[in-house]
């Protein structure tokens, strides 16, 4: 098993910055490509940025390419999205998740394993 624990979310200004962190415990998350996700109210969970197990690669949604940044620090068990020039569409909660896979980064929420329990992201205009 693996417990994820996302901190970071709060309110920002358009325009701003915030980072977010996922703490995993349970489990050594060496061997999981890792994924974070947001759902607004009314929509579907969308994967927003990907990262695999050695961190050679990454994957971004067009809606956040050029704005968001996946890390993980694999030494202590931790994956970070750092996230600029949000803008009020970014509302919304926030997941990170792991995905045991050997075969590549997966797109699909159905693929990941576990999930943390979300945290909300609030920007204004």
């Known amino acids: 098993q693996v417990q994820l624990v996302e901190s970071g979310g709060g309110l920002v200004q358009a325009g701003g910055s915030l980072r977010l962190s996922c703490a995993a415990s349970?489990?050594?998350?060496?061997?999981?490509?890792m994924g974070w996700f947001r759902q607004a109210p009314g929509k579907e969970r969308d994967l927003l940025a990907a990262?695999?197990?050695?961190?050679?690669?990454?994957y971004y949604a067009e809606s956040v390419k050029g704005r968001f940044t996946v890390s993980r620090d694999n030494a202590k068990n931790t994956v970070s999205l750092q996230m600029n020039s949000l803008k009020p569409e970014d509302t919304a909660v926030y997941y990170c998740?792991?995905?045991?896979?050997?075969?590549?980064?997966?797109?699909?929420?159905?693929?990941?394993?576990?999930w943390g329990q979300g945290t909300q992201v609030t920007v204004s205009s």
């Open positions: 998740a792991a995905d045991f896979s050997i075969s590549g980064i997966h797109y699909s929420s159905d693929e990941y394993d576990y």
């Open positions: 349970g489990r050594t998350l060496t061997t999981y490509n």
């Open positions: 990262i695999s197990w050695s961190g050679s690669r990454t």
